[in-house]
């Protein structure tokens, strides 16, 4: 029973008031970076990680912070790839109006599937979501709107608010960026506040919570929604990068992929996920045009990960020597 | 001509069948499954690669060795079963101590891997295996023609259904296998080699799915991706069923089955869907599953 | 007498932390041992590290003669040592009476399945329904029992009284003491102090992971003093 | 409704009642027929043999369970079909018989989860952490109360055993229960640890009422009002202690011929 | 004469290890180097260059991979793009972007209809061709009633339409149709239903893996043996081979090229064959004679700017060993004769790779719609 109640054994705590000096010092230069990395990199590739590395945090925000693993997160990405682009493409909605709807209409499903899935736990939550979301891959394969294999294509990118031209290259990446800045401050706030201190006992000792009066349930599932809501986010404001919302970003690989991002990067941490998302689309580009099934190494990479590496990048900078002296402790 | 629920009663008893036959694949593979899930509480994403393996073993033993269809229906699961304790002895034992969810990483990886080589090395497009001479052919059943291959698939399945529950259920190796599932340091500490047991058990149901995949080589082509979609409709199934019985993976496999083959007649669009659509009630009404045991 | 297990110097570690810091202690044949402690001072974990559940350890397990040290897991209960754990360990998927058959036997000279019922009538009762719907006291029963069966020279034995009602502990006490009769050697972890003083033939005092006393029943009134204030009883 | 009609001001008045109180799981009847009224600042002790049905009880009393017959009455409400999450913010809450903390959390943490609920802290994803400050103090005093103010920041995991019961029964106080329920609170605890536990029991028992399972007689006969022996699903027996201990038939079901 | 960046660099993007890996695939990649060589490597005096990539069968990984091309990589021209999806999804983008793209893997005739583009060339065959052939062929021998199983998608649907209307005009009729989702690995209740529709023929509307698995499955619920016809609307070379020809055999089918149809063509197979170990199919045949075709119009136009390339392109006729008789539409669809093949019996074939006999050649016009109707709009 510990077992399918502690979901991940070694989540850490990132809350180390020492390291506060470190880590902003971090930020600060992770920012910069972004800032002026448009004139050293190909702006389309900087979106498409930003987007991923979006979509992984907000996974994360469920398995990390609350001990959940969706295995179907490619749903709430991909619909709300579907729902901008239409909006955008069909309806003529300016870009942030069909973010919105994206993330509006991600939130929907992740109320649906959360309300199904939270039923169950540990890897019976997973399996669920899983085939929920596969049921929600043969629904895009076959609804109109989302013309099936071919995908909604040469979405238009539009105009920001009316007036700022997306289609200029470095608007669109600032504005993927603002986005991105976005999402990780609700996600921090979401997690260091009141809400996310219940999640946190619920994930040590669900029964427990129940018996002081928490409805378990509904706390899973506001987490589930929130997090549902953002991985619409990156899935809407990618479709507007790529211009294009496809069956690729609802399939159940999708899902994986983005557990393996957050594997990668440190599971239950902060900016572990962005991490990972970065390898792992570095990857897939350089792989893209070699002759290596892309399969084998995300295969590979994945169990590698399981069996000596499970606490990803950051995770192991953080309890490696040169963290600590940083002072990032962490605890089991 | 009869008809039933305005669909000729031939058609709708030919789909009938046609669901069974289905229902026989999700009924071994999903037994498999619940095989290692209940002893290893690990659920194994590998199924369907190693399903996929089956075939494609009774395929090369055919190509390299020439050995046939009835040589390999035993030699293949025995072949992809070592294979699999192989990978539990070096790699899956080391995550038991670990959140359940390390395992279906892992063998979520494994299956990218296994696939992705096959890919790789034989391409996506099917090979052709051919039914065996003494099975070809087929019988009139006056409401369908049936293949006599198809029918044997039912048949044998469900003597290794029954075989696999007999084995779990009713002898002392199946009670230290349910034992150690709760507390292996326990059971061993009472005598009972657990490591070993756990080795045969995934190398069991990696087996179990071999199994699976020979009897499917003749009926569809051997792909490397023939178990990878298969494998969610069986997580449903399972589901469905309940991780708890045996006897649930089983009943809830031929009756799933026989649920797809009739919306195949009656709302075709339906049909891929309708499994998660059944997991969905399901759940609402028993979130422990048909014959779970509560949470 | 002649002792049937030795352990001197034995040192145990969880990961980091060391628990045991040299623990010396001898098991006569047929004798009842008891070792008494405050919580958390390593009781448990000498018996788990007597086991083998414990493997970081350090130092010398004789038993029989036969150094255990390098003995797998599974193969401790066939050189004859039955373990009934504090938390019990009853099986869940198995119903009471798979429970009672599920260690294997290594010596024929276990008790039969009707003694064991006669024992517990409890049991007997609730035989087919699964082993972890009877309450916490019957659980603890089933535990002592399914040792019983198996024929091994050694119990040990950590906490049966906890959570038992007062009948049924005297029941145990009975138990124990039939088992002695038969030639049973039984070493025990107590924290019900009157319990351990009505079955056992001598005690350790356990402070710190060290042994710290070790003295027979019969030196007890003259140890209450110490007693008292190491336990507080 | 009825129930409460019929206190009086002499008699401590009635806060948790059950009448016919049944659950059959399969065909065995764990608890039949079972009639308990707990009373505000009173502690009652439920006793009896292993697998008598105490914790059963327990379980249907605090909705973890749903009767198979029979009625509940929380403070004049009926709570048979209300959810268990909803009794416990009514204010009926358990312990449990295995120790229940927050392991991660720290000490003033698991009080301060517990205080958040009643003080509308709990759905705010929007606010800071610092937000959970003005807890502070009330989650002191409640530390304090129970002797655990020294370890404050103390990771609850690395608390000895009896002080995670202490801890545990610091957090249910944090939601001010009308009625508490504690399922064996001593068990596996030394002897110093028990002695303070029952001293906070019976303080808190001064304003609410505290319904516990215990098999430490000599706790129950110092600290309990009042004793109901369980049997088999029934009730064997009722009154105080004294009388209690001296009836025959629980002396053979229970107690034995000596005291423990 | 001059080339703007000092080299010309064409790029194959298509499915290398999909559904439709055997289809064109690596092979095709090996096609285009074949035409690159005979070229001579060399055009305008600068080299030629080539690149691959494969998209999975999905639109926005071959749009992804193609965008970077252009845009980082200064890759010319795009060929092959396997499946319709991504073939409409790249050629939009090199419209915008204003590059040539020449399609020789995907099927529907949406590239020179209504999604068009002024540097977009269709290659080898189309759905309209297809159903005209095959299509054709069977009604022909008395099919007039048939029963499409289709592939859940655009391709598919487009496909079972142009055949059903080819059916229709030529007297026959559609029963009835069942959509199945792409990679099935179970037709037997499709099969059943065709079987109970009483239809004459079968249409496969489908391709590749699906195509094949649906043919094995009906050969055992005796479908065929019951006097019902199969026609497998796409099908080719490659998957014969796959099939085996014991399976395949008397299948009448539809390719824009046949590696044993004469002299020109077998010393190009046989070229292939020694480079690749397989016979080439039309997708192979076509990309080779569309890369060569491409490199011929950039030394015609004296330059590789696009708008003077596609002129060129569209003017220039086409007839080498792959394309006889070919001309260029104003909507870029590229018409060529068709041959109409059945699949021989096992004894028949007296070596390997002989799979086909020829019933006939279909004339281009006949087999491709008039760009004037093709509803494209680049067409006045
Ligand atoms: N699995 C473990 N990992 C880390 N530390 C442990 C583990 N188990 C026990 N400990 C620690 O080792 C010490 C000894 O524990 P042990 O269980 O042996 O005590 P005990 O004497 O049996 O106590 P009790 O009377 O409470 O059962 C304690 O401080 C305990 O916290
Ligand atoms: N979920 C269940 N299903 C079936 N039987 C159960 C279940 N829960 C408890 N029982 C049975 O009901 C009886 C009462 O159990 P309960 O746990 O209430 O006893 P208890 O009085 O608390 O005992 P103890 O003092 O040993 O903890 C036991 O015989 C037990 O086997
Ligand atoms: C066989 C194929 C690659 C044809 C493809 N399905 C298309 O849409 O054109
Ligand atoms: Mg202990
Ligand atoms: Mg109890």
Redo the contacts between chains.
Sequence with gaps: MSHTTHTTTDIRNEKAPAASFTYAAFLLAGLAFLLVAPMFFYPIFLMKLLCFALFACAFNLLLGYTGLLSFGHATFFGGAAYFTAHAVKEWGWTPELGVLLGVAGAAVLGLVMGFVAIRRQGIYFAMITLALSQMFFFFCLQAEFTRGEDGIQQVPRGHLFGFIDLNVATNMYYFVLAVFIIGLVVIWRFVNSPFGMILKSIRENEARATSLGYSVAHYKLGAFVMSAALAGLAGGVKSLVFQFATLTDVTWQMSGEVILMTLLGGIGTLIGPIFGAGLVVTLQNYLATSDFPVTIITGVVFMVCVLVFRRGIIGEFYASRLGRRLGFEHRQ | MTMIFGIPIQAFLGQLLIGLINGSFYALLSLGLAVIFGLLRVINFAHGAQYMLGAFVALLLLQYFGINYWIALFVAPIIVGVVGAAIERTMLSRLYKLDHLYGLLFTFGLALTIEGTFRYLYGAAGQPYSVPAALAGGTNLGFMFLPIYRGWVVVISLVACIATWLLIEKTKLGSYLRAATENPVLVQAFGVNVPLLLTFTYGLGAALAAFAGVLAAPIYQVSPLMGTNLIIVVFAVVVVGGMGSIMGAIITGYMLGIAEGLTKVFYPEASNIVIFVIMAIVLLIRPAGLFGRDA | MKPLLQVSGLNAWYGESHVLHGVDMTVGEGEMVTILG???VGKTTTLRTI???VRERKGQILFDGRDMMDVP??????AGI??V?EER?I????TVE??L????V?AGTGMGLDEIYELFP?LLE?RT?PGT??????Q?MLAIARILR?GVRLLVLD?PT?????????RIGEVLKKLKERGMTVLLVE??F??ASRVADRFYLMEHGQMVADFPVGELPERMDMLHKV??? | MAINAVQTHEEPRVVLSARGLTKVFGAFAAVKDVDLDVHHARVHALIGPNGAGKTTVFNLLTKFLQPSAGTINLLGTDITNTAPDKVARMGLVRSFQISAVFPHLTVLDNVRVALQRPNNLATQFWLPMSSLDRLNQRAEELLAAVGLADARNTVAADLSYGRKRVLEIATTLALDPKVLLLDEPMAGMGQEDISTVSGIIRNVAKERAVLMVEHNLSVVADICHHVTVLQRGEILAEGDYATVSQDPRVRTAYMGTEEA | QSASDGKVKIGILNDQSGVYADFGGKSSVEAAKMAIEDFGGKVLDVPVELVDADHQNKPDIASNIARQWYDTEQVDAIMELTTSSVALAVQALSKEKKKINMVTGAATTDLTGKQCSPYGFHWAYDTHALAVGTGGALVKQGGDSWFFLTADYAFGYSLEEQTGTFVKSAGGNVVGAVRHPLATNDFSSFLLQAQSSGAKVIGLANAGLDTANAIKQAAEFGITAGGQNLAALLFTLAEVHGLGVEAAQGLTLTEGYYWNLDDQSREFGKRFFERTGKMPNMIHAGTYSSVMQYLKAIEKAGTDETEAVAKALHEMPVDDFFARNGKVGANGRMIHDMYLLQVKKPGESDEPWDYFNVLSTIPGDEAYIDPAKSGCELVK
């Design positions: 405050r919580n958390g086991m083998g559940i897991l599974h193969r401790t209960a066939h039955g373990f754990p360990g099986f869940a998927t198995l798979e429970n058959m599920l260690p294997p290594v409890n609730r329904s719907k009877l309450s916490g006291g019957e603890q198996t906490e906890e959570g038992l009602a007062p009948v049924i502990v005297q924290q019900n009157r319990f336990l507080g009883v």
